[in-house]
Each structure stands twice: as structure tokens, then as C-alpha cells.
Nanobody, 115 residues
Framework: QVQLVESGGGLVQPGGSLRLSCAASRSAFSMYHMGWYRQGSGKQRELVAT???????NYADFVKGRFTISRDSGHNTVSLEMNSLKPEDTAVYYCYAHRNGFDFWGQGTQVTVSS
């Protein structure tokens, strides 16, 4: 079992930046596939970015070139750097971990992009 705690959400103006962080409780963190998903109001949860345990990354088309996922295995954290934010990026962002067929989710952090 791994527990995930997100932080870094908030209110930002269009064109601004935010950095989300996710702290994982397990020392075997480096062996997990990690990712970020989001869910806007009235919408389904959707993939934003993932990083495999071997370091391969994958991004949704709507964030390519704007968002960057990164992992710090020494501190058991995964981050999502978000630049050039748009109002349509407004959502609850969830940290995700996967290993050996098991999925784990954080509680989510709200990101609101509005002027």
C-alpha cells in the first residue's frame, strides 16, 4: 500500500504557472509507475501525464509542451510543472501510482485558472 498526498494547487491567472507535488509514503517509490490525472466539474477523470518506473514519460495532447512531470526518488515525490495555464485546465488534479496491478490515488488538489 502507498499513500499519496498532493500539494501546490490554487488559483492562478491564465498564462500563469503552478507546480504540483505528490509525496508518496513508500520507500519502494522508484518501482512505481506514477502519474497525474484531472477531473473537471461535470467531466470524467482524464490522464494528464505519466512516468514509468524506468523514466519514460507520456503526456495528454492538451498539455504537451506546457506541462512537465518529474520524479525525485530520493524524496519519494513526483511533481507536475504546469505552464501557460488555460481556463480549461481548471480541475481537481490527482496523483496516481501503479504497481503489480494495484492502483493508488491521492485525495486531489484543486487548480483554478481564472482572471
Amino acid at each position: 500500500q502507498v499513500q499519496l498526498v498532493e500539494s501546490g494547487g490554487g488559483l492562478v491567472q491564465p498564462g500563469g504557472s503552478l507546480r504540483l507535488s505528490c509525496a508518496a509514503s513508500r520507500s519502494a517509490f522508484s518501482m512505481y509507475h506514477m502519474g497525474w490525472y484531472r477531473q473537471g466539474s461535470g467531466k470524467q477523470r482524464e490522464l494528464v501525464a505519466t512516468e514509468t518506473s524506468s523514466g519514460s514519460t507520456n503526456y495528454a495532447d492538451f498539455v504537451k509542451g506546457r506541462f512537465t512531470i518529474s520524479r525525485d526518488s530520493g524524496h519519494n515525490t513526483v511533481s507536475l510543472e504546469m505552464n501557460s495555464l488555460k481556463p480549461e485546465d481548471t480541475a481537481v488534479y490527482y496523483c496516481y501510482a501503479h504497481r503489480n496491478g494495484f492502483d493508488f490515488w491521492g485525495q486531489g488538489t484543486q487548480v483554478t485558472v481564472s482572471s
